[in-house]
């Protein structure tokens, strides 16, 4: 099994543009994590997914984030418009009922805002 | 709210050493309690876990027991090596939680294994 597969691995924008983080789960993992990581915070849950649902949302900063999940093997999270304060390193992590809810974690996506 | 409280690091140690990282939390019922490992430049990755009291969860030589009465899940290592050099996260699983999988995360340890 590949694991987790996030992209881009790293990101560096300009304050202002896009961004879109890119997630792919394990095969047949019916939930899906979006955390952020930043030394002042530690690890934030942004929002999760299950059966491609959005479940809980509440850890979203504001609007300017949104995430999808249009399908069992894909996820995106947007940051539109992006500001320095965005930088961070984004994780996805997915889990299935069968692990006892042991989540699997991606690479992470290392986000820069200039 | 549930919550998990770990020993703030950093924490080093020499190779071979005996390894302490306490962790204690507050949640409602009987949670599920882990211990996750982040590795340089990695994602977490779970390193032990015990679903109910008295259970001892064990891993790659470390180990941690699930207190109830002391609502403690403390990881040990009996002899750490430089590869151990990680942050290492204790989390908690609640039924309280109202999300069916969420895990609440402490802030994490920062162990330096020195040669």
């Known amino acids: 099994d590949a694991g987790v597969i996030q992209s881009p691995r790293h990101e560096v924008t300009e304050m202002g543009q896009e961004v879109t983080l890119r997630c792919k789960p394990i095969?047949?993992?019916?939930?899906l994590f979006w955390y952020r990581q930043t030394m002042m915070r530690g690890l934030e849950l942004l929002i999760y997914?299950?059966?491609?649902?959005?479940?809980?949302d509440s850890g979203m900063p504001e609007d300017r984030f949104s995430a999808k999940m249009p399908n069992a093997s894909f996820s995106t999270l947007k940051i539109q418009p992006s500001e320095p304060r965005d930088s961070a390193v984004y994780f996805c992590?997915?889990?299935?009922?069968?692990?006892?809810?042991?989540?699997?974690f991606g690479p992470g996506t290392r986000l820069t805002v200039l | 709210g549930d919550s998990v409280t770990q020993m703030e690091g950093p924490v080093t140690l020499s190779e071979e050493a005996f390894l302490t990282i306490n962790c204690t939390y507050t949640?409602?019922?009987?949670?599920?309690l882990f211990w996750y490992v982040q590795y340089p430049g990695e994602g977490l990755q779970l390193l032990l876990k015990?679903?109910?009291?008295?259970d001892k969860g064990s891993n790659k030589g470390f180990e941690a027991t699930y207190r109830k009465e002391t609502t403690s899940f403390h990881l040990e290592k009996g002899s750490v090596q430089v590869s151990d050099s990680a942050v290492y996260f204790c989390?908690?699983?609640?039924?309280?939680?109202?999300?069916?999988?969420?895990?609440?995360f402490g802030s994490g340890t920062q162990l330096t294994v020195l040669p």
């Open positions: 095969s047949g993992h019916n939930s």
């Open positions: 989390a908690l699983r609640s039924f309280s939680s109202g999300s069916a999988r969420q895990l609440t």
């Open positions: 997914f299950n059966n491609n649902v959005p479940i809980d």
């Open positions: 992590a997915s889990g299935d009922r069968t692990s006892t809810d042991t989540q699997y």
């Open positions: 015990a679903t109910k009291a008295d």
């Open positions: 949640a409602t019922g009987y949670p599920s």
